[in-house]
């Protein structure tokens, strides 16, 4: 009984305590709010107003869970990160009832059936595509499908791991981004384009100039198959790339040339190529010492642009032509940009690829210079309606980042990643198991061609690359599709 009382008595001595180190919590909470300047709400509602910060903060990842419908959020909705986890999963990628797509939304794709489409027996495999046929080392690309540029720095060693295991299983290209080449990129042995960004990092000298050398040691590796110069890309036209000192390691400084913790800035353009004329004379010379195919990334501001670069290797003649021309539309990702170039500047991908591809097949520089789209092309329909439109090769970025595990939590540019692919914060990288997320990898990458080779067969063709814009309409907004070849006719 006594014991008993005991107790009681202390439980109630405790919670008195309890009760009262959180009133004095909170008087103190209340008088620093009060006192504190920089945030109204705070100041005038001591109390609550602190919760709108959490809540606004827990919002962001709960609207995800309970309250966007499907096809509602941006950048990706939750059908389309679905389709890359199920295609990821390596399991069928059926879904039931019908469709929760819009069709009627200006702009999408209508793939035209065929009456009579070819049966299993007549179905071609893709063959591989020549890039840079006059090149000493020409490189025979064997997907249609491959991996766009992330820098090692912009994403983690095991998320570099992964992509090159799982690009080398799948038979795919990986792009290694502006940050230079580690041995994380070539430890899977998959075909490798190295990325030359305004800075060069992994082939620039103490000043930031191109450094031949390096150039010739990069091109050594056999896997290195093609060099891609970087005018921009488009997230972020205009502006160079940004790595945050906070994700600046001693081995990323030490891969790029910089010391640890130090901001990672690309200035804006590459210094020594002031116009077209510069550019092809730098693609010339990296091509020389390199003997591999060079091409360009860039976003399409204006037609105008792009007229120019070809009618200035019509005049230097095709062979002073980029092997290939990665068009990245404004819709693509980035690990750091401010926001009016992510939201605002350079062309969407839909617009800017026909044009491009018309003006290419109008210079007569079809099978000369390949074309590599970009920008939210991560679901089949989108890779398809790419193909149809004049692309050669399709890449993204974020739809194999989904494939490691990424759940859009849309904080790249701060270390702290909650799946790991974009932190170098051991702690979050745990979460990121090579051995398992290259086989998604390498999943995703196989249904994707799986599933685009379906669309192909629907619209009666028998592989991928004869899709053309007649096999597409694209809805207008008085309710009714057009045939892409009537929108853009071929040249
Ligand atoms: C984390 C991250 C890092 C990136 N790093 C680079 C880079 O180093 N160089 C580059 O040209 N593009 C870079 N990009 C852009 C992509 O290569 C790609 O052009 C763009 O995201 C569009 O493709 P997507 O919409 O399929 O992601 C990066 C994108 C992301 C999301």
Redesign the pocket.
């Known amino acids: 009984m006594g014991f008993a009382m005991d107790t009681l008595n202390f439980l109630a001595v405790a919670f008195v305590v309890v009760i009262g180190a959180l009133a004095a919590l909170a008087v103190v909470l209340f008088v620093i709010a009060r006192l504190q300047t920089h945030d109204a709400i705070r100041r005038n509602y001591p109390v609550i107003g602190r919760f709108r910060h959490v809540f606004s903060e827990l919002g962001e990842f709960f609207r995800q869970y309970f309250f966007a419908m499907d096809r509602e959020e941006l950048?990706f909705n939750r059908a389309q990160r679905e389709w890359v986890k199920r295609a990821g999963d390596g399991k069928g990628n059926t879904v039931a009832f019908g469709s929760t797509r819009n069709i009627n939304v200006v702009g999408t794709p209508i793939f035209v059936n065929a009456a009579f489409p070819p049966i299993d027996n007549q179905f071609a495999k893709g063959t591989a595509l020549t890039i840079g046929t006059g090149c000493k080392t020409p490189f025979h690309a064997g997907s249609f499908f491959n991996i766009?540029?992330?820098?090692y720095g912009?994403?983690s060693k095991p998320a570099v791991q992964a992509l090159s295991r799982g690009a080398k299983d799948a038979g795919i290209w990986l792009?290694t981004?502006?940050?230079g080449i580690s041995p994380f990129h070539l430890e899977g042995g998959a075909d490798i384009v190295f990325?030359i960004?305004t800075a060069k990092f992994g082939v620039r000298d103490d000043q930031g100039n191109l450094d031949d050398n390096k150039l010739r040691a990069v091109a050594a590796h056999e896997t290195v198959r093609m060099f891609?110069v970087?005018l921009a890309?488009?997230?972020k036209p205009g502006k160079g790339?940004i790595l945050p000192g906070a994700k600046v390691t001693a081995e990323i400084a030490q891969i790029r040339g910089l010391s640890v913790g130090q901001d990672g800035i690309s200035p804006n353009r590459h210094r020594e190529v002031d116009n077209w004329d510069d550019l092809l004379n730098l693609i010339a010379h990296i091509r020389e010492v390199t003997g591999k195919p060079v091409g360009i990334?860039t976003v399409v501001g204006a037609e105008e642009a792009i007229e120019d670069l070809f009618q200035t290797i019509t005049h230097r003649g095709a062979d002073a032509a980029p092997d290939f021309i990665?068009i990245?539309?404004g819709?693509?990702?980035?690990?750091a940009a401010p926001m009016p170039l992510i939201d605002l500047v350079g062309m969407s991908i839909r617009e800017a690829l026909p044009i491009v591809a018309d003006l290419r097949d109008k210079a007569g520089l079809k099978d000369r210079v390949r074309i590599v789209a970009?920008?939210?092309?991560?679901n089949p329909g989108d890779i398809a309606w790419a193909l149809a439109a004049g692309a050669d090769f399709v890449?993204?970025?974020?739809?194999f980042?989904f494939s490691l595990g990424c759940i859009q939590a849309l904080k790249?540019n701060k270390n702290t990643c909650p799946t790991g692919i974009?932190t170098h914060d051991p702690r979050f990288q745990k979460g990121l198991v090579v051995e398992d997320k290259w086989k998604r990898v390498s999943a995703y990458a196989q249904n994707i061609v799986k599933e685009v080779e379906t669309i192909a067969h629907s619209v009666g063709v028998t592989e991928p690359r004869a899709l053309r814009r007649k096999h597409v309409r694209i809805m207008q907004d008085n309710g009714r599709s057009v045939p892409m070849d009537k929108l853009y006719p071929t040249p």
């Open positions: 950048p766009s540029g992330m820098s912009a994403i792009n981004g502006e940050g990325q960004g891609e970087k890309q488009g997230a790339g990334k990665t990245d539309g819709e693509g990702g980035t690990g970009s920008g939210k092309l991560v890449t993204t970025a974020r739809g980042m790249c974009t």
